[in-house]
């Protein structure tokens, strides 16, 4: 009898222990990670059928394309593109709106790097077991960092981003200047010289992105970068209360006070400065590759197709430092037909549509082989600078609560540049909000 009570005992304790490891792995506690979303346990890659890709606008045109070769291939596992804004704090916020009301409305998600940390944290993407993923070995390898949370992956990036120069070559020529400048200092010299020549009439000497939103975080980041500074430490503590960062800061500031900088660049994101450049109201702009194709285009789009070129962004004794930017596809927690999903991710990685992809839209490939492609080369001559300046860009805070660190420096930049506000004081403010947001 006793046996049996004991016995009957154990085996309602295994029942209970059992039921409550089913739960633990349903809920993704399996990672030992806490959060308000769906299931991140790899079991949860299920389901079959449609699936929707909620995406930042489309500015290289060839999204679409991608998506019908495989709804083509795919009859019964279609795609459907939910264009968000091109502002990338805007899509973070549908992002996140989406993932508070558990909603299946996006199935798979176009990652800014940046927001890996506070989606992964949250539980509102999904963990993909690496082996889901055949090709991440051929992949950039500072690409797969950011697609990882606490050693784990969470997104395949699809596209990379580091920052180029670009500048009329044609009046850098016709002002006797041989070589892209390769410091601040250098641009602004050039800049006079150009201004002498008829061609340089009416025309402003620098632009990059400066309206307050993502855009600001990197340009400000690589100012600083740039100067020698460090917005967060090796250890990531915040470090910008420095005379590095300073440095980086005033340049910008004084490029807006001496007009060096138009005044409407305050307003730019990508967008309003590609047109800005395009439209041959600027010597040199601080870009992403996108831009690369488009100007280029002679469809009467652009006034200066073939008359520019692209370098590394200027620095303060050689070369600068890029931010790392890109976008990595992660699936959303609470979506249905994941299987799907991470089989559509994996045809978006693929070498022959990062290979298409490229060659039509100039957007940065995250396969690391088409970098050293001589037939693609030619077509992009600054691929080796692009590949050099990805593999040495600076990622950005990767931290839990991005969106208040990326709030706190866009404020404190936007103040400097459009207010004014003495330099010294807004990086000792910087400073003390982001020790107060980043704590680890
Ligand atoms: C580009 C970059 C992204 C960055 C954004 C800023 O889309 O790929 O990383 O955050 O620009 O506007």
Redesign the pocket.
Known sequence: MRFERSHTRKAAFLAVASSLALLATACGGDDGSSGSGGSSSANALEGRGPITLASGKDTSGNLQNQLNAWNAAHPTEKVELKELPDD?DAQRQQMVQNAQNQSDAYSVLVM???WTSEFAANQWITQIPEDKVPDLGKLVPATVETAKYRDKLYGVPITS?GGLLYYRKDLLTAAGITDAPKTWDELLADCQKVAATPGGKGLNCYAG?FEK???LT?NFSEAVNSAGGQIVDKDGKPNVDTPEALAGLQELQNGFKTGAIPKAAITY??EESRRAFQDGKLLFLRN?PYVYSLANKTDGSSKIAGKFAVAPLPGKDGPGVSSL???DYAISSFAKNKATAVDFINFMASEAQQKDNLSKTSLAPTWASLYDDPTLIKQFPYLPQLKASIASAQPRPRVVKYGDVTAAIQQAAYDALSKGTDPKTALSGLQTKLESLITQ
């Open positions: 990338a800014d790097v940046v981003d992105q939103y993502e855009g990197v994101k990508e992403w930017g890109g976008h």
